[in-house]
């Protein structure tokens, strides 16, 4: 059974940074491409960042450019969401995604592309 699972969340003041991991079971990360989102109390999710099998794609919405980065270890079977220079609107509950080995990347990086979900881990930026 596929299965994601987040860790990492937690409260932090403006400026500060986290490290976001998502470690899957049931699958090899060469599975497919992975990606973070985000879902902020009355809003839709929205997608933050994926990253490809190989790891040598990556894209990220254009309010966190320059501020995340996105990694992943497919050793450990784990890809992590790296958060610098947080932001009150940065809090939100974070979820991984994946697809299968048939979606595109372009997909992978919608919320189109995701079939399976992990259960979230909640990010506060608050001081």
């Known amino acids: 059974q596929l299965q994601l699972v987040e860790s990492g969340g937690g409260l932090v003041q403006p400026g500060g940074s986290l490290r976001l991991s998502c470690v899957t079971s049931g699958f090899s990360l060469g599975y497919s491409a992975i990606a973070w989102f985000r879902q902020a109390p009355g809003k839709e999710r929205e997608a933050v960042s994926c990253?490809?099998?190989?790891?040598?794609?990556?894209n990220y919405a254009d309010s966190v450019k320059g501020r995340f980065t996105i990694s992943r270890d497919n050793a450990k079977n784990t890809v992590y969401l790296q958060m610098n220079s947080l932001k009150p609107e940065d809090t939100a509950v974070y979820y991984c995604?994946?697809?299968?080995?048939?979606?595109?990347?372009?997909?992978?990086?919608?919320?189109?592309?995701?079939?399976?979900w992990g259960q979230g881990t909640q990010v506060t930026v608050s001081s």
């Open positions: 990253i490809s099998v190989s790891g040598d794609r990556t």
């Open positions: 995604g994946a697809g299968s080995p048939f979606t595109t990347f372009q997909a992978m990086c919608s919320i189109t592309g995701v079939r399976f």
